[in-house]
Every structure is written in C-alpha cells, then in structure tokens.
C-alpha cells in the first residue's frame, strides 16, 4: 500500500529557509488524480494547509504563505518537496505530507504520513 | 480565525451519539465536498469522511457524515472511549483557490 514519509532537518534557524522533503513508496507520484500536499499544525493547534502539486508540477499555494513557500515534484524520485523561505518562530510545528483526490472534485487527504516536527530556534 | 468553523469543544458518555459542526460558505462548503479527519493524541490525522458522506474502508459505521447548504455535520453513535480525539473538518474553497480546515473540536468522552 501507498506510504509517505516526511524528512529534514528538525531544527532551523529564523531567517533562514526549511527544507522538507516527502518521499512516496508503494505506489507512484504520477497520478492523473491526485495532488500531493504539505500541511502543517504549531503545537496544540489545528491543522494550516500550505500547499499542493500535481505530477506535472501544477501548484496551489495557501494565499498566507504564498510569498514564502515553493513546493515542487521530482518524478525521477517519486518525491515532492517543500521549501518555505525566512522563517520565524511561528513556522514551528510538525509538518505532514498528505495526498489528495482532485479528481472529479477537491476532496479528502486520503493517506498521510506520520508527520515531522520543525523547530525555528537559534 | 478558520474559514470553517467548529465548535471548540464537545463530550458525551459512552454509547451516546455526539455530533460535530462544522459552518462554512458560498465559496467552499456550499460548492465543494466536506471531509473529516481524526487526530488522536501524538499521531497524524486519519480521513474519517470523504465526499461529505463517504466512509473509507475500514472507518467504522459509527461514524457517519451528512452536509445542507453551508454547513455539515460528523456523527459518532455508539461513542467509545477510543473515540476522544480532535475532529477537522476541511474544504476546498473556489474562491481562494485553497485548502481550509476547520479550526478542530476536542472530543473528550466522559
């Protein structure tokens, strides 16, 4: 069955960019009905999507963190990959990465994994 | 403030039904189907509902999902105490072009 599996470093400096990386076993990337997304949740909060791609490299971006964050496929790794530039203290928290149906509608994050803390502390 | 909104808080005793709201709009629930997730203590989110009403396989029966113009519901019949845990539910909104959630309830069973 299809798994996900966050990596990168847990803690990151402010100012400086952190780098996720969500690798995708069991299956491949190239889904003609999935997009492939990033969410995050601070500690004891809910849950703030960041943002998706599609195999081809498509994006949607959460209007909030658009300035700061770029996310992109690799297909060659069945890979996708998170980057959000300068950040501070309130980009602390466990990140996830999930997959999502599009197809014929947006709908639920079907599988996700088991998510990776990020501490912004210098 | 979530673009979806969910009461903070609910409880019930075990083997009551508790039910979960989650209010949005024009732009996003009212258009888009609505899914629910379970998040127990220290572990990822897992999709409880999926299309407003679906369950995936292996989501027990109690647990059911239904939606009316803006806004929808989660119900958990037959509450258990393996069943307290926050509850999201989430949209994607055409006007945004974006993902939301609801802001969560904490379920705690009595």
């Known amino acids: 069955q299809l798994q996900l599996q966050e990596s990168g470093p847990g803690l990151v400096k402010p100012s400086e960019t952190l780098s996720l990386t969500c690798t995708v076993s069991g299956g491949s990337i190239r889904s003609s009905d999935h997009y492939w997304a990033w969410i995050r949740q601070p500690p004891g909060k809910g849950l703030e999507w960041i943002g998706n791609?599609?195999?081809?490299?498509?994006?949607y971006y959460n209007p909030s963190l658009k300035s700061r964050v770029i996310i992109i496929e690799d297909t060659s790794q069945n890979q996708f990959s998170l980057r959000v530039n300068s950040v501070t203290a309130a980009d602390t928290g466990v990140y996830y990465c999930?997959?999502?149906?599009?197809?014929?509608?947006?709908?639920?994050?079907?599988?996700w994994g088991q998510g990776t803390m990020v501490a912004v502390s210098s | 403030q979530s673009v979806l909104t969910q009461p903070p808080s609910a409880s019930g005793t075990p083997g009551q039904t508790v039910t979960i709201s989650c209010f949005g709009g024009?732009?996003?629930?009212?258009?888009?189907?609505v899914s629910w997730y379970q998040q127990l203590p220290g572990a990822a989110p897992k999709l409880l509902i999926y299309s407003n009403d679906q369950r995936p396989s292996g989501v027990p029966a109690r647990f059911s999902g239904s939606k009316s113009g803006t806004s929808a519901s989660l119900a958990i019949s037959g509450l258990q105490s393996e069943d307290e845990a926050d509850y999201y539910c989430a949209s994607w909104d055409a006007s945004l072009r974006a993902q939301v959630f609801g802001g969560g309830t904490k379920l705690t069973v009595l």
């Open positions: 791609v599609f195999y081809s490299g498509s994006t």
């Open positions: 999930a997959r999502q149906r599009f197809v014929p509608q947006w709908d639920g994050f079907d599988i």
């Open positions: 024009n732009s996003n629930v009212g258009v888009e189907p």
